[in-house]
């Protein structure tokens, strides 16, 4: 009896099953709607980022929506996206993409939060040719692979603290110096962002001629880099770096002003994300912080206008929001290549619109993109902000900058 | 290397920094290990969920925090919530596991750490979190050694802690009750004591210290839902390495692996700060070996 039971529900799986799968095999366009797919960090150690960044896309899609949509053969289509909760572990997203992509026939893929799991979901959009355009990914790793369906319009982590060393070599020369006297003591988690971050950092000091002074790399359940700092007042080198995710933020923030190093230049990745000023307000000023994108920026589009617009309608959108974060503008300018580039296409076809993505030449309120041969963004500038009386003023490329940097940095007393 | 160890003998005073930073920090690990050892030695459980005790404990003080509660306040109070939380713990699921064996329990607390990383992720988000305490920080010989205040306190607090727990076992009827269910829980019983109740209360306490320390780490490190493994390793290696019931080596232990890390993360780099710690291990255990053989050679 339960044999037969088991076997009926079986059967009426399969069928279920197929049912979804003939249901779906013209999924990518239903109707007058083109289905976008994303599997995202919903829940987990990436859930807020998640979020931010789906908001990001979910912003996006709206605008372009009340602006009429995607313009395809003379016929108007609404955008809409169809989401996973990846769990921010990457063999999830990988599985997600791939159920996207097979069982829900979705052709068109946004990325998902962080780089690890972009690393996992793009063999299977490379193997199903699905193009992705995705804006939260920034490792290396992804773009030394020749893929071809992978864009990304975010700056790539190489790029993050390189700015910094340029800083440092324009200030040294300001001062009489020659930047090729400056040490630097570099603090590194051992993971593949950072050591990303790090190569980039490397490579710009090697142009200069600059010597690092220390060279320490944390493991990632480390949340004490005392003895590190404690080398760095010792020897007084003229930058420090630093990058190890929200918590390597967080950490030197706090020893920092503990242990009261007094670095002249201090530069570290996350500063927002692990929010250092609303946690250590006064302890964290000078401190120079890399961003992907600031609504201070004077970039614009036709779709949102400029960047402090995009800035008001998501504030407006979204509640509880009191800074909109990098991770959503990029979100929302991954939607808006899309829609490009369907439109240049003209079409819906696959291969049509992958080469559409890959001439795609345009300004967005969040920078300007164009992608190279690997995929990654090469238009868009890293911004360097500087924590100066708690707010992040934009310092760095000269170009951007609405403030100028303070130099030396002033240690906070008690 | 080199260079690190010549700054070392060239600015001496740098030793100070390193030994003071490693023992404030140990006392902590001490005050998690020392709650292993108790719920190890007594209920033979091995929790692998002591470090989310005390990242817990530390997301309670982060929580009190945002209602204006100074961490130091709020202490008694996570200290008191963290027990009973250890005790509806047992009721609920270490009771059914305390007479099983070891792959039961061992399943039993992964699995309770996992849904403590998932809840408190639920509740609190991901973000990483640090408890503000406000104090300042004190410099010494030109401002070459600095120590926050706040390590003061904390090391302060884990010797009061230390001492009130040492105190409870050796003076109070519950703590002799547990330190003769650790020798014998068969005799125990024989002798009257309800040794379910005093599991219960081992648990709970060892919670509790947990708690303690979780306090202290979010005013001196940071904290995030699934940071608790990091104390739970340290906890492991600190008992591993001292022996069960043995609250002296534990404190010792403790304090030693807190200025070794120090150490190995000034002369190696911070990437074998933590290598160090599970490297002295496994000297100790190679030690530990020689010993024992010798000692099975002395009785043949």
């Known amino acids: 009896m339960s044999y037969m039971k088991s076997l009926l529900a079986a059967t009426a799986g399969a069928a279920l099953m197929s049912g979804v799968m003939v249901g779906s095999a013209t999924a990518k366009v239903e109707g007058d709607t083109i289905v976008l797919g994303s599997a995202i960090s919903l829940t987990g150690k990436y859930s807020s980022n998640g979020v931010d960044s789906q908001n990001g896309y979910d912003i996006a899609v709206k605008r372009i929506n009340e602006m009429g949509g995607v313009t395809v053969g003379g016929k108007s289509y609404k955008l809409k996206v169809v989401y996973y909760d990846d769990e921010s572990t990457p063999a999830r997203t990988a599985q997600l993409v791939e159920r996207l992509v ?56 190489e790029q993050y603290l390189a700015s910094a060393i340029s800083l440092a070599a324009e200030i040294a020369e300001q001062n009489g110096k020659k930047p090729s006297d400056l040490k630097v003591a570099m603090v590194f988690e051992n993971d593949a962002f950072s050591l990303d971050v790090r190569a980039g950092v490397v490579e710009d000091m090697a142009k200069y001629g600059m010597s690092a002074i220390i060279d320490d790399k944390m493991p990632a359940d480390l949340s004490d880099i005392s003895a590190t700092l404690t080398k760095v007042k010792a020897v007084k080198p003229d930058l420090l ?79 509880g929001y009191k800074n909109v974060p990098y991770q959503s503008a990029q979100a929302s300018a991954a939607v808006l290549v899309f829609k490009e580039a369907f439109e240049k296409a003209n079409s819906f076809d696959r291969e049509k619109v992958r080469d559409a993505l890959a001439a795609t030449d345009t300004m967005t ?50 | 290397m080199l260079d690190n160890i010549n700054l070392l003998t060239l600015v ?46 530390g997301y309670f003080t982060w929580y009190l925090g945002t209602f204006g509660v100074h961490p130091i306040v709020a202490m008694p109070i996570v200290i008191a919530i963290m027990f009973v939380f250890g005790w509806v713990l047992y009721i609920t699921i270490i009771k059914y596991v305390v007479t099983r064996d070891l792959f039961t329990s061992l399943l039993a607390t992964f699995g309770i750490a996992l849904v403590i990383q998932q809840a408190l992720n639920l509740a609190f988000g991901p973000e990483v979190r640090t ?66 109740q005093v599991y219960a209360f081992t648990f709970a306490l060892n919670s509790a210290i947990c708690g303690a320390a979780g306090v202290l780490i979010s005013m001196i490190w940071v904290i995030q839902p699934y940071y608790g493994i990091v104390h739970s390793i340290r906890a492991f290696v600190i008992v ?28 190696l780099g911070a990437e074998f700060q933590q290598a160090t710690a599970v490297g002295l291990l496994v000297l100790v255990l190679i030690w530990r070996q020689i010993e024992l053989a010798r000692h099975r050679q002395v009785v043949q």
């Open chain 1, 102 to 157: 097979q069982q829900d026939g979705v052709e068109f893929i946004l990325g998902p939060y962080s780089s690890p799991t972009t690393i996992a979901a793009a063999p299977i959009t490379e193997k199903y040719k699905v193009p992705m355009v995705e804006a939260e990914g920034a490792s290396r790793a992804l773009f030394n692979k020749g893929y071809k369906y992978l864009f990304a319009v975010l700056s790539t982590s």
């Open chain 1, 241 to 319: 770096v630093i990058s190890g995710h929200n918590k390597g933020a967080v950490t030197a923030a706090r020893q920092i002003k503990e242990l009261q190093v007094d670095v002249p230049m201090i530069a570290m990745t996350h500063c927002e994300g692990a929010k250092v000023v609303a946690q250590f307000g006064p302890e964290a000023e000078g401190y120079l912080c890399p961003t992907q994108w600031a609504e201070t920026l004077s970039y614009s589009d036709k779709y949102f206008g400029s960047a402090a617009e995009y800035d008001k309608l998501f504030k407006e959108t979204f509640e």
């Open chain 1, 365 to 414: 309120f969040y920078g300007p993109i164009k992608f190279s041969e690997a995929g990654n963004n090469i238009a868009k500038p890293m911004v360097l902000r500087q924590v100066q009386d708690g707010n992040f003023n934009v310092v760095a490329p000269s170009k951007w900058a609405s403030h100028k940097v303070v130099w030396p940095r002033v240690v906070p007393t008690n």
């Open chain 2, 12 to 57: 001496p005073t740098l030793n100070i920094q390193l030994l003071l930073d490693g023992i404030f920090i140990g006392a902590i690990f001490a005050l998690a290990a020392y709650g292993l050892a108790l719920v190890w030695g007594v209920t033979n459980v091995k929790n692998l969920a002591q470090g989310e005790f005390v990242i817990m404990g």
């Open chain 2, 131 to 196: 408890a503000r305490s406000d104090f300042g920080t004190l410099s010494f010989f030109d401002g070459l050694v600095t120590i926050a205040e706040i390590k003061f306190i904390a090391f302060g607090l884990c010797v009061v802690l230390a001492a009130v727990v040492v105190t409870f076992m050796k003076k109070s009827r519950m703590g002799q009750a547990i330190r003769a269910t650790a020798q014998n829980a068969r005799a125990a019983r024989i002798m009257g004591i309800d040794t379910d």
């Open chain 2, 240 to 267: 591993t390495a001292a022996g069960l019931g043995n609250l002296p080596a534990v404190i010792v232990t403790g304090l030693g692996l807190g200025a070794a890390e120090q150490y190995s993360g000034f002369v």
